[in-house]
């Protein structure tokens, strides 16, 4: 999805006349040369080269994230639990996701994060836009609830709990 979010950025200079951004792509290429290759030509095309940097690794990820004014999961496939949309929330960042996969389920939609049509870097773009308007307390406001969302869904405590029920109602206990 990294192509995807390269042309929202692009869409987000050319139609909204908004650069109010810098965006970071981290993440190994995990050996597809050929494929980040493909997105340095296109951000290179767009003229983005001071907009967008590549990292390849990082070992502090809950640094990383608070670093973050804002998380984009560009998943272009659903994935079935949407980890950085957790991650994100858990940090207190507002997300935006494509709508696939776990993300449905696990972003409060418009309270702690937004989704966007994942095929289409127009509807990305559009919430970008809305989203780098906000200022540093709506953005701590859905931070917050992203935060409660996770602690609340994923307490172990609690889905130990849950699984044990589960257990029990198909043993008949």
């Known amino acids: 999805g990294q192509e995807k979010l390269i042309e929202a950025l692009n869409i987000l200079i050319e139609d909204y006349n908004n650069s109010n951004f810098q965006a970071i792509f981290l993440g ?12 340095i030509n296109l951000v290179q095309r ?7 940097k590549f990292i390849e690794h990082c070992n502090e990820m809950p640094l990383a ?8 999961s560009a998943s272009i496939e659903p994935e079935a639990f949407g980890r950085v949309s957790v991650e994100a929330q858990a940090m207190s960042k507002t997300i935006i996701a494509s709508n696939l996969g776990g993300s449905q389920e696990t972003i409060l939609k418009n309270k702690s994060g937004f989704l966007y049509k994942h095929d289409d870097p127009r509807d990305l773009a559009k919430i970008l836009n809305n989203v780098i308007q906000f200022d540093q307390d709506k953005l701590k406001s859905m931070g917050i609830e992203g935060r409660k969302n996770i602690t609340k869904k994923f307490d ?12 029990k109602k198909l043993l008949d206990i």
């Open 156 to 167: 172990v405590e609690a889905m130990c709990d849950s699984t044990l029920r589960e257990y």
């Open 28 to 39: 190994s290429d995990q050996g597809r040369k050929v494929y980040k290759k493909k997105l």
């Open 46 to 52: 767009y003229r983005l080269s001071q907009k967008i």
């Open 65 to 72: 994230y608070s670093l973050a004014d804002v998380v984009v």
